[in-house]
């Protein structure tokens, strides 16, 4: 476990130097996708298929926008490497107390992103019996 976490935390990242490969990349990533989402298309229903499609060409459109950024996304000289103490392995941890996890549980918030409606259902508004 111990040589797992020294290279966690001694892990650097090397940049490579070579425009074309990172062009090449980024070509085969956009083809790639648009290879995926055909496939997914041919799996949906011929009512959504329409709809689907459109999406399906607005997250290409989107995607081909992030590969054209210029510059790193991530300036890796600025992210320093973790404390010795920040990977923890799990069976050292304290176990805490009712209070504490009462307490954690008031601040929990669950957010959802995917855009559905909420359930409408019928059932979902009846009191239990």
């Given at each position: 476990?111990?040589?797992i976490?020294?290279?966690?935390?001694?892990?650097?990242?090397?940049?490579?130097?070579?425009?074309?490969?990172?062009?090449a990349?980024?070509?085969?990533a956009?083809?790639?996708l648009?290879?995926?989402?055909?496939?997914?298309l041919?799996?949906?229903?011929?009512?959504?298929?329409e709809?689907s499609?459109?999406?399906?060409?607005?997250?290409?459109?989107?995607?081909?926008?992030?590969?054209?950024?210029?510059?790193?996304s991530?300036d890796?000289?600025?992210?320093?490497k973790?404390?010795?103490?920040?990977?923890?392995?799990?069976?050292?941890?304290?176990?805490?107390?009712?209070?504490?996890?009462?307490?954690?549980?008031?601040?929990?918030?669950?957010?959802?992103l995917n855009?559905?409606?909420?359930?409408?259902?019928?059932?979902?508004?009846?009191?239990n019996k």
């Amino acid at each position: 476990m111990d040589s797992i976490l020294e290279r966690v935390r001694g892990h650097t990242r090397a940049s490579s130097g070579s425009r074309e490969f990172r062009e090449a990349t980024k070509r085969d990533a956009l083809n790639l996708l648009e290879k995926e989402l055909d496939k997914l298309l041919s799996t949906a229903q011929e009512n959504e298929k329409e709809k689907s499609r459109k999406e399906f060409a607005g997250f290409t459109q989107l995607f081909g926008r992030f590969l054209e950024e210029a510059g790193p996304s991530v300036d890796w000289d600025k992210i320093e490497k973790l404390p010795n103490d920040a990977v923890r392995d799990y069976d050292t941890l304290e176990t805490p107390t009712t209070d504490t996890i009462h307490h954690m549980l008031n601040k929990l918030v669950v957010v959802k992103l995917n855009g559905d409606p909420p359930d409408t259902s019928p059932k979902r508004n009846e009191p239990n019996k």
